[in-house]
């Protein structure tokens, strides 16, 4: 039974992972000394297949496990082009009769702005990251995995080029151990273009992808426990105001590139944020 959980509580999580974590949210471009930066990211996913290892094939699966969460990330501008940012999930979860809502796992990042002129055409900031555990992992399904993990993550944007900017950003997670179980590290990236070819308005077209080792529990890997994933993103940023931006957007798999654990048909969501000055 408890190996069941355990194993549960690890396909949830890494299904449950959409579009990257906040390491590869953020831009080449830190926040300016004590600027603040507010972000929402609502997000909607029902995740309906089940990858079927023996086929090689997501099949669809009852009950779905339905997935409603909110994102909330607040980032400060510090001395020396370092920025420190908290990210907190706030997600409800429902599959079948069971259901839990509540927080997940807190984020603490630490970016380093390394090339930050105005002149050059490229932006580039360092980061590292830590999830702490404060997501309830005994619940059904989990709110958390348990574990404690950290990263080291490298965001590029191209700067100064009319029309069009170029972002390419990356992560490796070390991730950590729950009792016996000992998670797969994590290499997540995103490719972003932008065309800039509105006044207050830019479409965007993204790549995603993330791929996850296997697990192991008491030293030894578990056979078919790894994860891969590719989405298509099509994300509109509007600039209403100078400090507002707001960014519906779609993720759809590209199943070809996705293996293991549940996915779902697409997924909707919505990036909202403010910068203050």
Not at 10 to 24: D, K, Q, S, V, Y
Not at 53 to 79: K, Y
Not at 142 to 148: E, I, N, P, Q
Not at 205 to 234: H, P, T, W
Request: hydrophobic residues 45%; contains cysteine.
């Amino acid at each position: 039974m408890r190996l069941i959980k355990v194993w549960f509580v690890a396909l949830f999580l890494l299904c449950a992972e959409l579009n990257g974590t906040p390491m590869i949210v953020r831009t080449g471009v830190v926040n300016k000394q004590f600027q603040v930066l507010g972000w929402v990211t609502a997000s909607y996913s029902r995740n309906n297949k089940l990858y079927n290892w023996t086929d090689e094939q997501f099949e669809s699966v009852s009950p779905a496990l339905d997935v409603l969460n909110a994102d909330l990330m607040a980032a400060i501008g510090l001395p020396g082009k370092l920025e420190l940012t908290a990210a907190l999930p706030v997600t409800s979860k429902k599959q079948g009769e069971a259901n839990s809502s509540g927080i997940g796992d807190l984020m603490l990042m630490g970016r380093y702005g390394l090339i930050q002129n105005s002149i050059l055409p490229l932006r580039a900031a360092l980061a590292l990251g830590l999830y702490l555990p404060t997501g309830d992992k005994d619940v059904s399904p989990a709110l958390g995995d348990g574990s404690t993990d950290w990263g080291i993550g490298l965001s590029l944007n191209t700067a100064n080029i009319p029309f069009i900017t170029g972002h390419l950003r990356g992560a490796y997670w070390f991730n950590g151990k729950n009792g016996d179980i000992k998670y797969g590290n994590l290499l997540e990236y995103v490719a972003v273009l932008d065309f800039g070819v509105i006044p207050g308005l830019t479409p965007e077209l993204a790549f995603s992808g993330s791929q996850q080792g296997r697990q192991q529990r008491n030293g030894n890997e578990e056979q078919n426990s790894e994860l891969k994933r590719g989405y298509l993103q099509l994300l509109l940023l509007w600039k209403p105001l100078p400090m507002l931006v707001i960014r519906p957007k779609l993720a759809l798999p590209i199943k070809p590139l996705c293996q293991g654990g549940r996915l779902s048909d697409f997924y909707p969501a919505l990036d909202v944020w403010v910068t203050l000055p």
